[in-house]
């Protein structure tokens, strides 16, 4: 009697092995998956701010932003990006000028200033840009120039 107990316990933690295994597999399975997952979307996100760079750097080279906006906007991507692009010197110009209009108002707090204010602030805006208008068209050519080498072996 106890010969078959013993084998009835272990055929018991034999299926109990066999269904932890089974688990455990899934369970990496699954892992994998999101992990994958993840990394697509991590490529995805880079491949947005990346084309969004190159569309601020191509308007701001043809006018059709402008220049103090597209320091503001591609300083705000290249944080995101975090890939080191502030160390190029021809870039550093885009979070000098961003620096510089950091304290000015935007949005409903601009419209709540006194038209003398917001005169002001503009006066501020044109200033900085006039400075560094012609550092701020060649770092827009540098970002076009390391986007479009990104987007076109897409």
């Known amino acids: 009697?106890?010969?078959?107990?013993?084998?009835?316990?272990?055929?018991?933690?034999?299926?109990?092995?066999?269904?932890?295994?089974?688990?455990?597999?899934?369970?990496?399975?699954e892992l994998s998956r999101?992990?994958?997952?993840?990394?697509?979307e991590q490529a995805q996100a880079e491949y947005q701010c990346l084309s969004n760079l190159n569309?601020?750097?191509?308007?701001?080279q043809e006018g059709q932003m402008d220049l103090m906006e597209g320091c503001l906007r591609a300083r705000v991507i290249i944080d995101i990006l975090d890939t080191g692009w502030w160390k190029d010197d021809e870039l550093a110009v885009i979070a000098k000028v961003s620096d510089s209009a950091s304290h000015l108002h935007t949005h409903q707090a601009r419209s709540a200033l006194t038209a003398r204010e917001?005169?002001?602030?503009?006066?501020?805006?044109?200033?900085?840009?006039?400075?560094?208008?012609?550092?701020?068209?060649?770092?827009?050519?540098?970002?076009?120039g390391r986007t479009d080498n990104v987007l076109a072996h897409r």
């Open 1 to 29: 009697m106890s010969h078959i107990w013993a084998m009835t316990l272990l055929c018991m933690a034999l299926v109990i092995v066999g269904v932890l295994l089974l688990i455990i597999w899934r369970m990496s399975r």
């Open 55 to 60: 569309v601020i750097g191509r308007a701001m």
């Open 118 to 144: 917001r005169m002001q602030e503009d006066r501020h805006r044109l200033q900085v840009v006039s400075e560094h208008e012609t550092a701020i068209l060649q770092a827009a050519r540098k970002l076009v």
């Open 34 to 40: 999101r992990r994958q997952h993840q990394l697509q």
